[in-house]
């Protein structure tokens, strides 16, 4: 049986005092929450993170790193730099990244290995745009961002992630996939799986990103492939993501 992960995705909001707050309220309802709970902070305030949350039950992670190890690369972040903080999840190939920062499918498996061959466990991205999904290419697109990261680092690597499935047009845009169109395309990634190694597939959490909401999780975490989810908006509010985390 697998166990469901929600993760939050602050992205690039926060502020010591406003993350103080929020990881106060949220580990006081944790008691009632029965799911893995992660968060994953902006870079400087992965020491806050950590010295809030060691020895609680909510993880913590980052939302990017760099692909390389060292070296001549202004502003990047290494894997070891993430390690030195205790982090357990890395998000690789957001769609923000994707799109606003031009990663390719091969650049986010090098990122996926270096967070690997560190010992952090990737939060890969995978999922459509709406013009993709309406040239009914979805598949398509999904299978080849999954393609890159098998091909570099093999199916069995998969069984020291974790998947996103996130529709560009659900992130932040208040439209949130059924649970029909939802449950289809993780039946796709785990079925692909499968056909490479079983045991990774049943075991593999597949999570799904995009709007959700207190008001839709259970309904779309109770679908038999959805293993919880990553949480943008509403993870940066207590009540929310708490609502979120107790549907999991
Ligand atoms: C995300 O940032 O990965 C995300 C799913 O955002 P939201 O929940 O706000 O749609």
Redesign the pocket.
Known sequence: MRRKLVAG?W?MHGSLADNDALLTAVLAGMGEVGCDVAVCVPHPYLAQAQARLAGSTVAWGAQNMSQHAKGAYTGEVSAAMLNDFGCRYVIVG?S?RRALYGESDQVVAEKYAAAQAAGLAPIL?VGETLNEREECITEQVVGRQLDAVIEKCGVASLAKAVI?Y?PVW????GVTATPDQAQAVHAFIRGKIRALDAAVADNLVIQY????KGSNAAELFAQPDIDGG??????LVAEDFLAICKAG
């Open positions: 995705n992205k957001h923000e991205c996103a996130e659900a992130i932040g845009t990103g995009g709007s959700v990553l949480i943008g908006g509403a993870s």
